[in-house]
């Protein structure tokens, strides 16, 4: 067993290496840190929309359409967070994009545009009225060698959302679809 001996540091090296990054990438989230935001904050505004609307137990006329045809029913939304589910993954309160975006903010209003265009959210506009958010609206764009996507949101709160995908695959027809859910 003399080959062993010198083995056991390395063995030991990696493991401790192998242990420092797991702890590394177990990391958490900015929020969870105490750190500032530097956007708005998306995921914490549908967090706290979605627990309201779960208290609230409302029936949505959802239409939904693709390429053309449609079909509206009155349904009750379970799972509100899966329901804004594209809003929420649209967030930009990721480090590495602390100064990727062109902030433009008004009285009533407060724009996010991308500044480079590999970003898959291209802009994010939020009206508010006294500090409430009446009206939010992102503009999500994906396009690499296969296909391009292209998402429009929009969510008047109390009144409806709207979700707008138009989809176009090489060498295929493209797909577009239409979801609205009305309060």
Known sequence: ???YKPFSKYILFTGGLLLLCTWYACKPEIKETGATLKYFDLKEF???DSVHLVKLNPNIKKTV???GESETKT???ANWGQEFGLFTSSDINKPAWKDSYAVTENTD??????KFPELK???IVIHKNNGKVTRLYILNNIHNLL??????????????YLIEKDQKVKVMSGNNYLIKGEF
């Open 75 to 77: 349904v009750k939304i």
């Open 46 to 48: 549908f967090k706290t």
């Open 121 to 123: 959210t291209r802009e």
């Open 147 to 160: 296909y391009t996507t292209t998402e429009k949101l929009l969510y008047v709160p109390g009144e409806y």
């Open 1 to 3: 067993m003399y080959w």
């Open 65 to 67: 359409t693709h390429n």
């Open 109 to 114: 209003s407060l724009m996010y545009k991308a």
